[in-house]
């Protein structure tokens, strides 16, 4: 059975979240933590704001990070390049390092490889970009 606390409960956490901009829900703790100016700024919280390159060989390619997952078999690497580098990819297959960065210039993860990875490039929708998938085998593996 529901209490009508409960109802008030959730009633003023409905309009708390109907008075935030854009909807955006921060918990009271983080309010003194995070600058207030930051939450206007829409591309502060985009996933956008990482970047990973990496270098080949014969070419280099960079772009917006869209995933980094690890496994204890191998490091699968996703971003969205632009289609004229990415293409460039079709006849690579030595990884010589990448690196990850996030848009302050932190380094997340980076790696020296200098050996053969899967490469997978899919040309999307948007006008002049492609997701790169670069697999990386762990080194147990290679």
């Not at 490469?119 to 085998?137: G, L, Y």
Request: charged residues 25%.
């Amino acid at each position: 059975m529901i209490e009508k606390t409960d109802t008030k409960i959730s009633d003023s956490e409905f309009e708390r979240t109907l008075e935030n901009p854009s909807n955006f829900l921060m918990s009271d703790s983080l309010e003194g933590v995070i600058d207030p100016n930051m939450l206007e700024d829409p591309d502060v919280w985009n996933v956008g704001n990482f970047t990973c390159h990496f270098f080949f060989e014969g070419v280099s390619v960079g772009g917006t990070l869209r995933s980094f997952k690890y496994g204890n078999k191998q490091l699968v690497i996703s971003i969205v390049a632009n289609d004229d580098v990415a293409i460039q990819l079709l006849n690579e297959n030595k990884l010589k390092s990448f690196v990850c960065k996030s848009m302050m210039g932190d380094i997340l993860s980076t790696q020296k490889i200098d050996s053969i990875v899967s490469i997978a490039v899919q040309f999307d929708d948007e006008p002049q970009t492609a997701t790169v998938v670069v697999t990386i085998p762990s080194k147990n593996d290679s």
